[in-house]
């Protein structure tokens, strides 16, 4: 009784996985909002700067009283005040002839235009400098509004929030924001052979290590991970593990191991059976990671990944990371450097077949150019050893029959 | 009351940091160790796989049985028994003339030393089978410690855990390790400009960014972080703020603002005042960053930042990081992606100096080779939306005047 895959292309898959739709949003506080994605476009409250500010140590001045300034034939202005840091100065008004102390950051005081660096100026007497440097109108000054003007659109829907647009976040006082719930992911490790890794295996037996790398990936991507251990290659136990996941309102499933088509491989019939689920995808034309399998029920992602470490982590990171992607509703190319590389050997290939061979990068400099080679991770691709020493995945496209040595090719980095 | 900097190239500051030792570590659980950087090498405590293991399901046989077997003329085999999942076969051993049925995972019996998938046979009768293509020594096969032998190094010091390494940690039964702490940071925020980012800043005030940005960086970073908050421009509040972030037993201590030459700037001499402190660097090469301090009090590290967010930024990049990995006694150049870029448009710089520039990066074909090409950001350097739009750092090097247009040249990607 041994089945058949309905293979599709990688791309085909990825189409599948489309129809899936944002998960919900919550709100959430800018000190816990690192790494999370944003929901809502989020558009600029007021100016930023709220004021015209000084970029230097020095003098606000009006540009044209500085014009044509030299050693030999400065200007002379009068200093009538000081901008006193984080103070506004409502009583100073720079009139021609006339200039006025500021620091760093200070606010620039009505009708200076510039700002003169101490180092282009002498102090003459308390009340009197010399310019020795014309300035260009608006020089050593940030405008006011000129990061963001109020109701600029700051950050667009989608975006994950990294250091730089939380200062932009805190700079505008925006405290709170919406973003995707976590994603809630639930691991079922499947085969007869597994105990969990605190146990010693006897004879015949190994230990899982799907639950703790899926978990790892699965954290690194800001999923909420729900690990339901080991079930036996059962169709009853698997059964029940799929319900009481859809039960806990899982947002992704990963059933790793009984995707293929033996026997003793009841993932494809567990999801067709799984409370309202529909199976979307038999099988994809990659290597390692043709065993997969696509299911849906409502929202929910069901994945069921090939048994071994090696190609799981190969349709993670191909896959389920994309589908995760949607789910967050961001661009999956986003965090994803890809890079070309010069094939140090051949890396053959067949047509009709995705390829995503572990690879080592070596920079090396070739005729003055620096350039990157790759070369094939030594070991055999089910070594879980192979990932360890790897950099990345070269990609082999579909319609290649793989790279000669010396041609061009493009490698996914592992993060 | 000016001072002068006393400016060392951006290598010299490096090698400055390279007299900063590793911090001290604990034992942590597999559970928690994403992230972690491993402190003491880990051996493999015995053979993975534990056994030699089929990679198909089909028959375990002795290749040899399979010499030259073919559709026309296939090689007979008797089967005597099966491998069951998980359990151990210590009854049975292929001898000549004989097939074992073994499933993907399963424990290879005596006697055998391939598998012949079950694509590659025909059922004659429940005791007979023909095998009608020739299989190689170890075919279908991972054998007994291929992936790592009993005592072999399986991760070196300072590796930070990703997936596969945790993997491989619950695949030998590691449950355990020892890792770095994680670096207690300490940030002051100083400026009398500033308010916290929850006020609502009177005329001449501005936010505190740099709080909420270092923090981010730090955590990203796998520190511990306390925010001291804003402290005023002053040298007894300063002081008593570095003295109270070496009390806490800070490893990294980030003042912010007050860096440079300025009568307003205390940082330097708060750090030369501050208990057991030691100036290293006030003042380095690079653009932006020039006024950057580095003090060190027995093996913490005191960086006085530039109070602008985008040099302070560029400084955490290029400095603080390396100064952590010292710290994490991890590899400062893992995790850090560079790429060859080609410049969009002319870079000009001076000798002397490094130069980070913020750049856009646009991918375009090219006579049929595809490039990479940067582009420095829109918007005046010392804006904050520069740094949320630029993909990453161009370097210009120390010993040129920069780039011409159609030059390559070196980008580094922001995480």
């Known amino acids: 009784m041994k089945g058949f895959f309905n293979l599709i292309s990688a791309s085909e898959f990825k189409r599948l996985l489309l129809d899936f739709e944002p998960i919900g949003a919550e709100e959430i506080s800018l000190k816990e909002?690192?790494?999370?994605?944003?929901?809502?476009?989020?558009?600029?409250?007021?100016?930023?700067?709220?004021?015209?500010?000084?970029?230097?140590?020095?003098?606000a001045v009006r540009a044209r009283d500085c014009f044509g300034a030299s050693e030999s034939e400065p200007s002379l202005l009068t200093v009538i005040g000081e901008v006193r840091m984080g103070e506004a100065v409502t009583d100073i008004s720079v009139s021609p002839g006339k200039a006025v102390r500021i620091w760093t950051g200070g606010k620039l005081p009505v009708g200076a235009?510039?700002?003169?660096?101490?180092?282009?100026?002498?102090?003459?007497?308390?009340e009197t400098i010399e310019v020795f440097r014309p300035v260009a109108p608006y020089e050593n000054v940030i405008e006011k509004g000129q990061d963001y003007g109020a109701s600029d659109l700051v950050i667009p829907s989608g975006t994950k929030l990294r250091a730089q647009e939380l200062g932009v976040l805190a700079a505008l006082g925006i405290l709170k924001c919406k973003v995707r719930k976590r994603p809630l992911a639930v691991i079922i490790s499947t085969g007869d052979e597994l105990v969990p890794e605190w146990q010693s295996p006897p004879p015949g037996k190994?230990?899982?290590?799907?639950s703790t790398t899926l978990s790892a990936l699965l954290e690194t991507d800001g999923c909420r991970v729900v690990r339901m251990g080991i079930v036996g290659d059962s169709y009853e136990a698997?059964?029940?593990?799929?319900?009481?996941?859809?039960?806990?309102?899982?947002?992704?499933?990963?059933?790793?191991?009984?995707?293929?088509?033996?026997n003793r491989d009841f993932t494809l019939k567990v999801f067709e059976d799984t409370r309202g689920a529909q199976v979307l995808a038999h099988g994809v034309s990659i290597r390692p990671g043709k065993p997969t399998i696509l299911a849906k029920r409502g929202n929910c992602v069901l994945f069921g990944l090939p048994g071994h470490v090696a190609s799981a982590m190969v349709v993670y990171w191909v896959f389920v990371r994309f589908a995760l992607c949607r789910l967050l509703g961001?661009?999956?190319?986003r965090g994803l450097t890809r890079l070309g590389a010069t094939c140090a050997e051949p890396f053959p290939s067949v047509i009709g077949r995705e390829d995503y061979i572990r690879?080592?990068?070596?920079g090396l400099c070739q005729g003055g150019e620096k350039k990157i080679f790759a070369r094939p991770v030594h070991g055999r691709s089910g070594l879980i050893s192979t990932l360890v020493k790897a950099d990345g995945l070269l990609v082999i496209p579909r319609d290649i029959e793989g790279f000669h040595q010396g041609e061009e090719a493009e490698v996914i980095l592992f993060p």
Chains 1, 2 share one sequence.
């Not at 909002?33 to 003098?59: C, H, K, N, Q, Y």
Request: charged letters at 25%; a negative charge.
């Open 238 to 262: 698997m059964l029940t593990a799929c319900n009481r996941a859809i039960d806990m309102g899982a947002d992704l499933v990963l059933v790793s191991g009984g995707s293929s088509v033996g």
């Open 359 to 362: 690879v080592v990068l070596e």
């Open 330 to 333: 961001t661009d999956p190319e």
């Open 206 to 210: 190994i230990r899982d290590i799907n």
């Open 33 to 59: 909002a690192l790494g999370r994605v944003v929901a809502r476009p989020i558009s600029s409250p007021e100016d930023l700067p709220p004021f015209s500010r000084s970029t230097m140590d020095g003098f």
């Open 113 to 126: 235009d510039a700002v003169v660096m101490l180092e282009y100026t002498r102090q003459l007497d308390p």
